[in-house]
């Protein structure tokens, strides 16, 4: 019975052409070094993914790529960094995705892709060890899982993982954006669980609802119909619209 409500039922999103690949390479070559150092396995690379038992074959989903072809002879690939993509499948082989990792060297690095199957069905004793990772929570996506492999296999974390919570609770999503200055819609909160936000949803201490024929009042702050009703949980997407009389009133 948690709602967060907009008064605006989109977002601005950045821009498609934002070189975000070349800043990815940038960051990996940075980040990493010192760290992939002291950890490099410097074993021959091998087309199958490397699990944590080496007398258990590899999962079937884990797959290892190299995305651009590299003049480097195979001989001196052996210290590549293995970079692992922990994501669904949906968003690790999207478009965007897949244009990042486009950029990468295969002479730098072995990129391996864990895959749907394995993330949710297998152990983190079954993962594959890579010594860069990048883990991002989507819908679905075991977060508590793979905190415990970054946990135990200690790999370089390129996106911190603890964060990601962040992201199942819209409110605190909202409050995280103003808090960083980045520009979100008027919105207030329904909160019952006692949450407390900081930044412009958050009117009076009580939690009071009004609602008009063209407009709501909630915590004193009002919020002209139409206006969109989102859950709290980001993984619910039972999204409603409110309409004011002059539109025939309701909502769908």
């Known amino acids: 019975n948690q709602i967060q409500l907009d008064g605006d039922g989109s977002m601005n999103n950045q821009s498609a052409n934002t070189p975000v ?3 990815l390479v940038a960051a990996i070559a940075k980040k990493v070094d010192a760290h992939a150092a002291s950890n490099l396995r410097h074993s021959a690379p091998s087309s199958s ?3 944590a038992n080496t007398n258990q074959k590899p999962p079937p989903s ?7 072809r590299s003049s480097v002879p195979t001989d001196a690939r052996s210290s590549r960094i293995r970079l692992g993509i922990c994501a669904m499948d949906k968003k690790a082989r999207s478009k965007p995705m897949s ?4 950029r990468l060297d295969s002479a730098l690095f072995e990129l391996v892709f864990f895959g749907d199957e394995v993330i949710l069905n297998h152990s983190i004793d079954d993962w594959p060890q890579v010594d860069v990772l990048i883990a991002f929570y989507s819908s679905g996506y075991p977060l508590e899982k793979a905190e415990d492999y970054v946990a135990k296999y200690e790999p ?6 603890g964060s990601q919570h962040t992201l199942m609770d819209r409110r605190k999503v ?3 954006m103003e808090e960083n200055g980045i520009d979100v819609p008027r919105h207030v909160y329904v909160s019952r669980d006692g949450y407390k936000c900081r930044t412009s949803g958050a009117g009076t201490k009580e939690e009071e609802l009004e609602e008009h024929d063209d407009f709501i009042t909630v915590n004193g702050v009002t919020i002209e119909k139409p ?3 989102k859950p709290v949980d980001a993984d619910d997407h039972n999204i409603r619209i409110y309409y004011p009389q002059s539109a025939g009133g309701g909502s769908k």
């Open 21 to 23: 690949g070349s800043d």
């Open 49 to 51: 993914a490397v699990c």
């Open 62 to 68: 884990a797959t290892v790529l190299s995305h651009r």
């Open 99 to 102: 244009e990042i990792l486009s």
């Open 156 to 161: 370089f974390v390129l996106n911190d993982l």
């Open 174 to 176: 909202y409050d995280l």
């Open 227 to 229: 206006f969109v009703e």
